[in-house]
């Protein structure tokens, strides 16, 4: 079960929202360099990085210090982002930069020709971000509730070829209420690619509940408001994520 630490960026600092609005921001860090070395040091195997400035503006906001936290873990920690990601020649700047894994959110549900060409342009970097609200799929930060169903798109993405789901429960993020495993586990089971959990996860039972269903499908969880506000422990969630399920 990989758990990685996600780091959301706003006006160069590391904040977390409630529920992706960008109006109730709480700053943990203004250096998220740091902040990325912490997660390292503590045991992180991948980091996940949000540009929220770039979401809403539609094109990158945060580069310099994407770059400098790219940078920073090298080859030890691969580094994921999202937020902003709009056209090819955004992903191939990312992925020349170092970056191993590029989230198309938003555009990914506006424009699936771009992501049929995203795929396609690079096999095996490519990750879908699937929010949603009671089933049904939610873009533009959120705002916007759409009527596409979550599982059908993911099987439609799945068959371009993206090479993992995100999937946020947005009615749970930055809530500290729970995951919601049971709408994670559906949406895993209608797809043959990895599923990461993202959204709610508060406590190590969270964690001891997704690793439940790691043979579901679901093989990664993205932790926020938690490890920021000590509900919970990273590096005791992730060895004991690899205890239960070595065991």
């Known amino acids: 079960m990989l758990l990685i630490p996600a780091i959301d960026l706003k006006d160069g ?20 360099v740091a902040m990325a070395q912490r997660w390292a040091d503590a045991g992180a195997r991948r980091l996940h990085l949000v540009d929220l400035n770039g979401a809403v503006a539609g094109k990158p906001r945060n580069e310099a210090i994407i770059r400098d936290i790219v940078d920073a873990m090298g080859d030890e920690v691969p580094v994921q982002i999202g937020g ?30 771009f992501l049929h060409d995203a795929c396609s342009a690079f096999p095996g970097h490519i990750i879908v ?5 009671d089933g049904k799929v939610a873009t533009d930060g959120w705002s916007k509730l759409t009527r596409h169903n979550v599982i059908d798109l993911a099987q439609k993405f799945e068959n371009y070829g993206c090479e993992a789901i995100i999937y946020t429960d947005i009615g749970r993020d930055g809530m500290l209420s729970g995951v919601n495993v049971e709408a994670t586990v559906r949406l895993a089971q209608a797809v043959n690619i990895p599923v990461f959990a993202s959204g709610g996860i508060a406590s190590m039972a969270d964690v001891e509940a997704l690793c439940a269903v790691y043979d579901e499908g679901v093989e990664g969880a993205i932790l926020g408001r938690s490890i920021y506000q000590g509900t919970l422990d990273f590096a005791e969630a992730q060895a004991r994520a690899d205890e239960l399920l070595e065991g």
């Open 13 to 32: 600092r590391c904040v977390r929202l409630r529920q992706g609005d960008l109006d109730d921001a709480t700053i943990f860090s203004d250096d998220p």
């Open 84 to 113: 902003g990601i709009r056209d090819l020649d955004t992903i191939e700047s990312y992925l020349d930069g170092g970056v191993s894994y590029v989230i198309i959110g938003t555009a990914a549900v506006s424009k699936p020709g």
């Open 129 to 133: 971000g699937l929010d949603a609200r």
